[in-house]
């Protein structure tokens, strides 16, 4: 059978609509830059003695008008495609990007609640909730939320398993059909297959669900590092603070990419070097709870106890089973090789968020609020977590988004070198070093996991750019 | 510098006789995403050639907006919605950004509160000063250095050379806001606008400052545009004022009439909430004004201030826009209000309750030669290189009794925070000794003292906006204190607690769920005042707690804080500079130069001769609203010195006005001896008794 084509039956009347569209775009584009040139402006609003507004509309309002909508029309484009997928009972009527929209089905349900509820409520939401006023954000967290429920229902997307193999489809182009599908079998490969014949599109999916495992939570064990080494070096200062930044400047100094291939060097595996330092980074996360309850609750032992046992619980827990995969229940584990690849993001990660830490508590130590904590007898501990960290974290917050994109392309980078994660790992670095070999006849198998990666980390990028800009708001 | 060659294309004739600013009607409004915000609404005003116009009003009254219209720069939510300004004749609202460029430096200079704001630190200021007139007139370097040069010894800047060379964080800030005062007449402008340009420098400087402006306005012919929320220093400078309030002109007139025969209620109010020489917390509280100034999208129709005016009538003040009237009988004299030719504006101020002086009681702190050293070195990491000393605290002797107010006076780099910092505990002493109830706590830092100790001493700081962690409630963060200080079985014993700590500052109940961006100001720093006495202080240091607070404002608040010190028997050191709220509200002064204690004795000591020098200095420097008061005209020369390189001998000898009636150089090579005049008031000064005895009191009041 003859593969389905990308844009089905609807491709015959939108795709010319969308080509008109990108048309228009750039005629617009170039139309704005040439008036410029020439000393044409935009109309300014005019305030009448009324107090209404008038805006006087000159060509380069009429140029941008006319960009605006064709990228509205360019969107809406794509939104049938999806609807016809949806919709279209044949496989050749969907096309590849309207089977891909019929897949990712859950994933839009979901969406789509949650955008509605979340604007529906964003005055009562915090920061959270200003996300929604800036378009930009609301780009971003669709991107980011778009890839964490492909992540969380990929079992319901993906066509086939993401190892499984069937060697008549191995390089075969997007949309073409299984030779002998079984009963129940999804009849194609949407978007074609790779060079052992697995399918490309379920091994994006899944790959979603394998960076999503590890960034955001190497990121966060980096925060805590960070934080609370970060922490007294800003608010002590002398000596220690010194002596860490200098150690923090060390590591960063280390090429990173030499650094993993010595940590995933088999002797110094085995002489279990990234155990160990698995052991001591992994103890901060319980530390910094420890400390956090102790100074808050030091004067009400009850629940000082309760808190500080409940967390050392739980951490310990998680401890044994994340550090030295000995959890005694067997429910938290941690394979060797992702353990090394979390150990090595968390390590070249943590001193540049030490170093931001650092920088915002030497600001904000000077506050009277500070002094004031300190005149009433607080502690160290207590100023440091409870008076300086919760003001710090508008930037820190951003940070953190801005550093799950750098996490994941590092861990596309380690993919792409084949360290750390196993080899039939759908994981997206691993997939676009997998297809780089026969990139020049067959590209389709390395494209998709880089557009993945290229529109993760984008989406990151404009969230923290629309947390920075509504956080500056009040 | 006046006869440079005109430029052939100005926009504005070089001489006009007519008025140099005429504002007429203007209305400035701000657009956001919600609302449109009227800023400023039917504001007119015109100044004449050489005339110099302040315009007074509260934080958020709309003064600076008018400035900016002035200058046209309003941002890109600003607009202005109605009205004209005129410049020469000219309606800067019709000028096109070309010709604007012209007119601003040029015709128009602005200078701002923050000298070091306007100065580009990267640059040095001999080239920004030449950088004006080369942009605006077209003149060679060598012309433009000499003219710089001029006009830095005419700001009366030591070694002018020196000064050119240098880049501006060399300099103190004095010297820094004189560069910017160098800056904006660098082009000789016809009109000077300056937004509160004394704001951020000490009483001293401020005072030397103002002089300077004084000065050079009436040398170059200057018309000025003076924006302050200080009537006094308003009284030193200007000729006319304007009174504003939330957005509207609401008294103009020339300074005699507006401070003698006021016709505005809000005019009166404001000169009942500052305190003046004569007034007295017992005899004559202050009287705040009431209820809060309006957000400028919940103005209340009618009279703006109606809602807060004891002369207020129903259905007469609310019902229509008020228009300016002229008061009749004065020069341009105008009021926006109704009533003002039925209000009695000679009727004596309404007694207020006035109260029982409260009965000192036992000596509660008494400080013993406190000596605190810093040492700097040069070299943190390896602790080599010289290190220096700061020497923040000098031999400081001082007792303070219980429900006594003792003021701590001096101006920054005195040592009255590391003074506080010790007291507190966050410092331990160099030497010395300091008792709170015969225990000794000098050596003792805050983490080893019981919790009774640290819940006597408490501090309220200055900054309104920085007092509270902007991220936890208001409630939580008073509980927290009581938490700390052990007070309270449980957390609803605490929760009560912290309920009638809100009550003692009167703010309302339902603030404790508030979270403090949602508070005033004012209402911050009474949270702050609340914190301070969770765990039942007893020693209160207060660090300018109502400096950064508007004056009604700050009126409310040191009645507050008073009224608390009455009923809980409280020991406050009251940390300020503003001298007229010291002699207002203090029992005993101390005054403070270079860490050293220059002068301490009862308020009424302090404030009559004989004084220290400094002291005198101070008093000639406090401007005070009252056109009756007559000063002693005394500027300092120079800047304080640094603590880190303190001169020889008496610490104010380089600044001193009567070194010359100390025989032989005894200032410049011994530290002063401390020494009684009279009973319980001490000086640490050289001069002989008989030259004491014949100084002149700085302030006397008309006999009238």
Redesign the interface.
Known sequence: MEPITWTGSFGAFLNPLMLAAVVVFFAGVVANFAMNLVGLRAGEVQINPDHTLTINRTPVDYALMAMKYSVLLFLACWALFVIGGLTLPEYEQKGIIGAMGQRFLPVWIALIVMFALSIRFKRKLGLYGKLFDSPIGMVGFGLVMFWMFSAIFADLIITHGPIDVISQMRNEVPGSFLPSPDEGDFPLYILGGDNLGRDVFSRMVMGAREVLKIAPAATLFAFMVGITLGLPAGYFGGRLDTLLTFIANLVLAFPVILLFYLLVTPEIVAAGIPTAMAAVLFLFPIIFFVVLWNSRYHMQPQKRLLYISISLVIGFWLYSGLAFNADPLGIISMPGNILIVFVSVVFVNSPTVFRIVRGIVLDIKTRDYVAAGQTRGEGPWYIMLWEILPNARGPLIVDFCLRIGYTTILLGTLGFFGLGVSPESPDWGSTINEGRRLLTIYPHPALPPALALMSLVLGLNLLADGLREESLKD | MLDQAPETNAVVPERYDGPILEIENLSI?F?TRLR?IPAVMDFSTKVMPGEAMGLVGESGCGKSTVALGVMQDLGVNG?I??GSIKFKGRNLNDMSAEELRKIRGREIAMIYQEPMASLNPAMKIGRQLMEVPMIHEGIGEKEAWQRALEVVSDVRLPDPERMLRSYPHQLSGGQQQRIVIAMALMANPSLLILDEPTTALDVTVEAAVVDLVKDLGRKYGTSMLFISHNLGLVLETCDRLCVMYSGEAVETGSIEDVFDKMQHPYTQALFRSIPLPGADKNARPLKAIPGNFPLPHERPSGCNFGPRCDYFEAGRCDAQDIPMSRVPGNDRHETRCLRFEEIDWNAAVEASQSTERTEKGDVVLRVENLKKYYEVSAN??FGGGETRVVKANETISFEARESETLAIVGESGCGKSTLAKVL???ETATDGHVFLDNLGIENTP??N?D?GT??S???V???PF???????TVGRQIIR?L????IGENDDDRRKRMLELLDLVKLPRAFAERMP?QLSGGQKQRV?IA?AFA?GARIVVADEPVSALDVSVQAAVTDLLMEIQRNEKTTLLFISHDLSIVRYLSDRVMVMYLGHVVEIGETNQVFSPPYHPYTEALLSAVPIADTSVKKQHIVLEGDIPSAMNPPPGCPFQTRCRWKKDVPGNLCETEIPPMRTLAEGHQIKCHLAADILDRMEPVITMDAD
Do not use: C
């Open positions: 409004s657009f449109e607009r919605v109605g943190k990491m507190m505990g966050l805050i983490e003292r919790t640290v819940s001493i408490q501090m700081f200055q900054n920085d007092t509270l962690n902007p991220s936890m204190a938490e700390v200080f052990g961006r702050g914190r765990g």
